[in-house]
């Protein structure tokens, strides 16, 4: 399998391709943090993808635009590799920061830029299904990368998200309660006075659901039987409505065995 990785990697960088390696590769490069993964993870830029997915196939690899608003697959009969160029909620598109930002490291013994800690933590923090939720991976980023992460980047990267961010920066207080001064008072302060402003002024009149935006499936009641609006369906997200439908009928066969 690994050598199938490697084929892929030699693929792109001998055509001239940028890409990013992350997924658990890019976590231990951070963290030290081992696990086995069943898959690959490359980044790319959404107007790369095309030409990425061109060069596998030209290499004999199986690919496919599995869906249209955020990732392909490359296979062959060792394995696949994701071909990632936003974030399943369409809300952390693959920019130019992505790459300007990358670490630089060994994957297979190859030479690899890795996606960056903060674009790491800003697209996992919207990972919180019932069969996956990926706070673990941000604490021990924040844990092991607290003096070099870049705050005041990491703050804008969430913009009007930034309760999901101060969520899992409350949560690290708790489970590291010896390490919570880690994050800058800034930061934290700077959160507290945006939710004290929230809390003087009166909540929007639109019933809206942004649940859709951390879990595809635990909102769903919310948006098709008590009538709240998906923030999918508005600038909050790229997602178009065939994206949020075909994202949404993909539930079932990604929880087959």
């Given amino acids: 399998m690994h050598d199938f990785y490697r084929r892929v990697m030699e693929s792109l960088s001998d055509a001239g391709l940028p890409f990013l390696v992350g997924g658990g590769f890019a976590l231990s490069h951070y963290t030290s943090v081992q696990r086995d993964t069943k898959d690959f993870d490359i980044f790319v830029r959404p107007a790369e993808y095309a030409p990425v997915m061109k060069v596998l196939a030209r290499a004999g690899f199986d690919t496919e635009l599995t869906f249209p608003h955020w990732l392909g697959k490359a296979s062959c009969q060792h394995?696949?590799?994701?071909?990632?160029?936003?974030?399943?909620?369409?809300?952390?598109p693959v920019d130019d920061d992505w790459f300007r930002h990358a670490a630089h490291g060994k994957v297979?013994?190859?030479?690899?830029?890795?996606?960056?800690?903060?674009?790491?933590?800003?697209?996992?923090?919207?990972?919180?299904?019932?069969?996956?939720?990926?706070?673990?991976?941000?604490?021990?980023?924040?844990?092991?990368?607290?003096?070099?992460?870049?705050?005041?980047?990491?703050?804008?990267?969430?913009g009007p998200h930034w309760r999901v961010l101060f969520s899992h920066l409350c949560l690290f207080g708790f489970i590291y309660p010896s390490e919570r001064n880690s994050i800058p008072d800034w930061v934290m302060t700077g959160f507290m006075d945006r939710l004290g402003q929230e809390m003087r002024t009166p909540p929007p009149a639109?019933?809206?659901?942004?649940?859709?935006?951390?879990?595809?499936?635990?909102?769903?009641?919310?948006?098709?039987?008590?009538g709240l609006t998906d923030v999918r369906h508005t600038n909050a997200s790229s997602m178009t409505p065939d994206d949020v439908v075909q994202w949404t009928k993909a539930i079932d066969d990604n929880k087959k065995p």
């Fill in 79 to 92: 394995g696949y590799v994701d071909v990632i160029f936003n974030s399943g909620n369409g809300v952390a």
């Fill in 206 to 226: 639109e019933k809206t659901c942004q649940g859709t935006l951390l879990s595809r499936e635990q909102y769903l009641p919310d948006i098709q039987r008590w």
């Fill in 108 to 158: 297979f013994g190859l030479d690899a830029s890795l996606c960056p800690v903060e674009e790491t933590i800003w697209s996992k923090a919207f990972i919180m299904e019932r069969e996956r939720y990926d706070a673990a991976d941000i604490m021990h980023l924040i844990l092991a990368r607290a003096e070099n992460i870049n705050w005041a980047r990491l703050v804008a990267r969430f």
